[in-house]
């Protein structure tokens, strides 16, 4: 049981270049999320996938796009690469409903530096 | 949408003292308010969390108070340990299209001094 696994950890880009970050969780969690962070501004949200079939955005959107690819996996797409993007990026997943706490289960991180 | 403001930014303590973190939000519908911790290069963890019908909840040596009134919670760390240095970060749920999200605060650093 891996819980959050996420790929690569450590990936280096310039300017323009694109990538995709791969996530896939074990805990058969309907809701998945993609977080970005960075340095005094905590953790904010890219976009999220409430269930299967479903995206939406979330605080800082622009510049990203994610595919829940089945209810297991959940990847974010930089199509161009920006210095700005240069970031801690996490994927997280949760079940919740009835007496689910909403526990958000995070992946280690993948460190994303762009030139 | 939601807005969730943290404070101090850094904290310092003795070992053995208290820590208080402090959280205001801004949304009066969000519900669900936990904490995470991160320990420097590790993914955060859930370390309690508190629902908008409680007022207070304990877990051993920390706590987390509520006032719905006022829009603030707080995490309350008693007689810390070095081991208690982290990142703590505060969260309300958020609502969007009718689906639910965490917005977290901006983060604490609590150094614990031996």
């Known amino acids: 049981n891996a819980g959050v696994t996420q790929t690569p950890k450590f990936q280096v880009l310039k300017t323009g270049q694109s990538m995709t970050l791969q996530c896939a969780q074990d805990?058969?969690?309907?809701?998945m999320y993609w977080y970005r962070q960075d340095p005094g501004m905590g953790l904010r949200l890219i976009y999220y996938?409430?269930?299967?079939?479903?995206?939406d955005k979330g605080e800082v959107p622009n510049g990203y796009n994610v595919s829940r690819l089945n209810k297991r996996e959940f990847s974010l797409r930089l199509e161009s690469a920006a210095p700005s993007q240069t970031s801690v990026y996490f994927c997280?997943?949760?079940?919740?409903?009835?007496?689910?706490?909403?526990?958000?289960?995070f992946g280690e991180g993948s460190r994303l530096t762009v030139l | 949408g939601e807005n969730v403001e943290q404070h101090p930014s850094t904290l310092s303590v003795q070992e053995g003292d208290s820590a208080v973190i402090k959280c205001t939000y801004s949304?009066?519908?969000?519900?669900?308010f936990p904490w995470y911790k991160q320990e420097l290069g590790k993914r955060p963890q859930l370390i309690i969390d508190?629902?908008?019908?409680?007022g207070e909840k304990k877990d051993q040596r920390i706590a987390v108070t509520l006032n719905k009134t006022a829009k603030h919670f707080s995490l309350h760390i008693t007689e810390t340990q070095p081991e208690d240095s982290a990142v703590y970060f505060c969260?309300?749920?958020?609502?969007?299209?009718?689906?639910?999200?965490?917005?977290f605060g901006s983060g604490t650093r609590l150094q614990v001094q031996p």
């Open positions: 997280a997943s949760s079940e919740v409903g009835g007496a689910n706490t909403g526990e958000l289960f």
């Open positions: 805990m058969n969690h309907n809701s």
């Open positions: 996938s409430a269930s299967e079939g479903t995206t």
């Open positions: 949304d009066s519908a969000s519900n669900y």
């Open positions: 508190i629902r908008s019908n409680v």
């Open positions: 969260a309300a749920s958020m609502r969007r299209t009718g689906r639910r999200a965490l917005t």
